[in-house]
C-alpha cells in the first residue's frame, strides 16, 4: 500500500550520461516535489510541480529537470551528471500547497555517478 | 528565505533517559514545524508536528514545543530506546506558491543500551 513510489531504488550512471529517476503516487495529491539529499546532509528542495505549474528554486542547477505527465507521475531528469550529483533524490507530495500540509516521502532513489 | 538552524549536530544518551534537540528559524511567516526521523538509507518519517498556533504538541514519549515569539521549536523523547537512534530533521515550512519546507542540518542521535 506503498503511497508515494519510486523507481528504481538504486540507480548507477556514468559521468555525463543521462539519467532519468521516477516518481509516482497513488494519493491523488496536487502537489509533488524533489528534494536531492546528499550524504548526512538534509534534503534540498529542488523544484516542484502544482498540478501542472513547475516551480524551479532559484538555486537548482539548469541540469537539472522534471516532467510531469499527469496527475500521478513525475520524473526528474539529469541531462550531464557529474560527481556531484551522486546523492538520494527524494520524491514527496502534498494534497494542496498550503504551508501547513504534510509531505509524504517516497523511498528515494540513491544516484551513484561513476 | 528562511534559515533553519538546528542543534546540536550529534546526541548520544543513555538509555531510559531524555534527549532534546533544538531549532531555531528566521521567517516569522513559517506557520508549521514538522519533525523527521532517518534511518540509515530511507526517506524521512514524519514523527510529530505542531502548526504556529499551538504551543506545545505530545505524542506518547515525543513532545514538541514551540515559542513563536523567540523563533525557536524543540523535539523531546523522554524513556529513551534503542530504537531511537536515527538522524532527526526539524524542519519550518512557509508558503511561497506552494509549500516550502526548509530543513535543518540534522541531528544524529545515538541512544547507548
Known amino acids: 500500500d506503498a503511497m508515494v513510489i519510486q523507481n528504481p531504488r538504486y540507480q548507477v550512471t556514468q559521468f555525463g550520461k543521462p539519467v532519468t529517476l521516477s516518481c509516482s503516487q497513488t494519493?491523488?495529491?496536487?502537489?509533488m516535489y524533489w528534494y536531492q539529499q546528499k550524504s548526512s546532509q538534509a534534503p534540498k528542495l529542488l523544484f516542484h510541480?502544482?498540478?501542472?505549474?513547475?516551480?524551479n528554486e532559484a538555486d537548482t542547477p539548469d541540469n537539472f529537470q522534471s516532467r510531469r505527465p499527469n496527475t500521478s507521475f513525475c520524473f526528474l531528469d539529469i541531462r550531464s551528471p557529474g560527481l556531484g550529483d551522486a546523492a538520494m533524490y527524494l520524491c514527496?507530495?502534498?494534497?494542496?500547497?498550503?504551508?501547513?500540509?504534510?509531505?509524504?516521502f517516497g523511498s528515494g532513489t540513491q544516484l551513484s555517478v561513476l | 528565505g528562511e534559515n533553519v538552524e538546528q542543534h546540536p549536530s550529534t546526541l548520544s544518551v543513555q538509555e531510559g533517559d531524555s534527549a532534546v534537540i533544538k531549532c531555531t528559524y528566521s521567517?516569522?511567516?513559517?506557520?508549521?514545524f514538522p519533525w523527521y526521523k532517518q534511518e540509515l538509507g530511507k526517506r524521512p518519517q514524519l514523527i510529530i508536528d505542531?502548526?504556529?498556533?499551538?504551543g506545545e504538541k505530545k505524542d506518547q514519549r515525543i513532545a514538541v514545543t514551540l515559542n513563536k515569539t523567540a523563533k525557536h521549536f524543540s523535539l523531546h523523547i523522554t524513556e529513551t530506546q534503542p530504537e531511537d537512534s536515527a538522524v532527526y530533521f526539524c524542519?519550518?515550512?512557509?508558503?511561497?506558491?506552494?509549500?516550502?519546507?526548509?530543513f535543518g542540518q540534522g541531528t544524529r542521535l545515538t541512544i547507548n543500551p
Open positions: 514527496a507530495t502534498s494534497r494542496v500547497p498550503q504551508g501547513t500540509e504534510k509531505l509524504f
Open positions: 494519493l491523488n495529491h496536487n502537489v
Open positions: 510541480y502544482y498540478d501542472k505549474d513547475f516551480n
Open positions: 521567517d516569522s511567516a513559517s506557520n508549521y
Open positions: 505542531i502548526r504556529s498556533n499551538v
Open positions: 524542519a519550518a515550512s512557509i508558503w511561497r506558491g506552494a509549500q516550502k519546507l526548509v
